[in-house]
């Protein structure tokens, strides 16, 4: 039912486009139509069918799905070729992102014209269903009970190996695999944005920041805590807390309509109330779903619409003092926001 109701959708903008065939060609806009689960193969989207072109691997799932047409062929673009030809198609559309090489050999042998376009999928993608939205609450869900592992665990062990014991916690409670490398940043390390685990040891009276994002059926969570192990001095305090209410005021923004580039405004804003805005080094989040970077673009001028989840992640990364970045996911509603992430944003010290 959600596969046909996105097949339509997307047959809806072929014939606004006048096209009378759509390439997919991304393996997660493939998986988003078809259910495929395989990550090699095309799929050709006609007004009459729903070709799906992957090889000998795949066969038997590729038989076990409803409502496609299987075809099998080691040369898939071949393949793709001779489907145009046989059903006679005049302008098949194409994603922009296409490699070059496969649009090289279409504009040689495919009989239709072939015509780019710019994030179709990905823009019915950014539009979660009912069904979507449950699957990363689900995913916040697991997250929050190895976020209060992680709180139970930490203590003067390497970035690491808290790292491989939170993922395996992860993989044990639920979830299927990560959707970046966990990050765990601790003291000077902090003032790093996107620092990667390392063998520091951490230490007393250090800075503590989590950033891990993980699928939990095909649909990732992308959360950020930052927390002390041991005390830390007013001058962190007070960072901590404009940025926290950097993120409560940015949250508050958010609802159906809104122009997406507002929020990084605000969050700009009143970080430079606070004369933090030049350690603000970064956008200030992104939609979240089968990927971990999706639609929206929070940087461009379009309007969020309900049903979109996206992250808010305001940060500063201060030398010599330390970073602090907090990030929840963010629901859009029609008239606001539901915020999915059940974790406490108080400053933790432990
Ligand atoms: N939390 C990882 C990212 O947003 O890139
Ligand atoms: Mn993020």
Redesign the pocket.
């Known amino acids: 039912m959600e596969i046909n109701n996105r097949i339509n959708k997307l047959r809806k903008y072929l014939k606004e486009f006048s096209l009378d065939g759509f390439l997919v060609t991304n393996q997660t806009n493939i998986k988003y139509l078809t259910n495929f689960t395989g990550d090699d193969g095309i799929v050709l989207v006609t007004f009459e069918s729903v070709y799906l072109i992957s090889d000998q691997r795949f066969k038997i799932e590729l038989n076990n799905l409803k409502d496609i047409q299987p075809i099998i062929s080691n040369e898939y673009l071949k393949a793709t070729c001779d489907i145009i030809s046989k059903d006679h198609l005049i302008a098949v559309g194409f994603e922009d992102s296409i490699e070059f090489s496969m649009y090289d050999y279409l504009d040689e042998n495919a009989t239709s014209d072939i015509v780019s376009i710019s994030n179709l999928i990905e823009s019915l993608r950014s539009i979660k269903s009912n069904n979507e939205i449950q699957k990363i609450k689900k995913a916040n869900l697991i997250a929050k009970k190895a976020f209060d592992f992680f709180i139970d665990k930490i203590d003067y062990q390497t970035e690491r190996s808290l790292a491989i014991d939170l993922d395996y916690f992860l993989k044990k409670n639920g979830a299927d695999k990560p959707?970046?490398d966990t990050?765990i940043a601790s003291g000077s390390n902090t003032v790093l944005p996107?620092s990667t685990i390392s063998n520091r040891k951490i230490n007393h009276n250090d800075l503590v920041m989590l950033?891990?994002?993980y699928f939990v059926n095909d649909y990732t969570f992308?959360?950020?805590r930052t927390i002390s192990l041991g005390k830390q001095n007013k001058e962190i305090k007070k960072v901590y807390n404009v940025v926290l209410d950097a993120l409560n005021e940015t949250t508050k923004l958010v609802r159906s309509g809104l122009p997406a580039n507002l929020l990084y405004e605000r969050a700009k804003k009143i970080l430079k109330s606070n004369n933090l805005d030049q350690y603000f080094t970064h956008g200030i989040?992104?939609g979240i779903g089968l990927s971990?970077?999706e639609l929206p673009n929070l940087n461009s001028f379009d309007e969020l619409i309900s049903g979109q989840i996206i992250?808010i992640?305001p940060g500063v990364y201060i030398p010599g003092l330390g970073g602090i970045r907090i990030?929840n996911d963010i629901l859009v509603t029609e008239n606001g926001y539901e915020n999915l992430t059940p974790i406490s944003t108080e400053f933790i010290e432990l």
Do not use: K, L, N, Q
Request: charged share 25%; no cysteine.
């Open positions: 959707s970046f990050i996107h950033d891990f994002g992308d959360i950020t989040g992104h971990i970077h992250t992640e990030e």
